[in-house]
């Protein structure tokens, strides 16, 4: 059974910090790319950063790059989102997701709200 299991969002004060973790289960997890993504309220989703099957290359959008950093432990099967300098609107579901050709897996998010 596939499973990709969010951890790590919480409510975080401007500025701030969080780290997400995507643990994943059910399938050989270093040979899939990786990356996150976040839906904010009544907003469509949108790609956060990705990560190759290795490790070693990463791409990250406009607004998350010099904030954000995406790393895997393959030995763990898990991927992580480093957020800093945090701003409201990154406010969002943070969610994983798997890649490896046509086959895409899909975690249930965790909610990462970012208030004073």
């Keep these: 059974q596939v499973q990709l299991v969010e951890s790590g ?3 975080v ?3 701030g910090s969080l780290r997400l973790s995507c643990a994943a289960s059910g399938f ?3 040979t899939y790319g990786m990356s996150w993504y976040r839906q904010a ?27 954000f950093t995406i790393s895997r432990d393959n ?4 991927v992580f989102l480093q ?7 990154d406010t ?5 997701n798997a890649v490896r050709g046509g086959i895409v897996y899909w975690g249930q998010g965790t909610q990462v709200t970012v208030s004073s």
């Design 92 to 96: 969002a579901v943070y969610s994983c």
């Design 41 to 67: 309220r009544g907003k469509e989703r949108e790609l956060v950063a990705t990560i190759s099957s290795s490790g070693r290359n990463t791409y990250y959008t406009n607004s998350t790059k010099g904030r």
């Design 13 to 15: 004060q401007p500025g």
């Design 83 to 89: 957020m800093n300098s945090l701003k409201p609107e």
């Design 28 to 30: 050989t997890f270093s």
């Design 9 to 11: 969002g919480g409510l």
């Design 75 to 78: 030995a763990k099967n898990t």
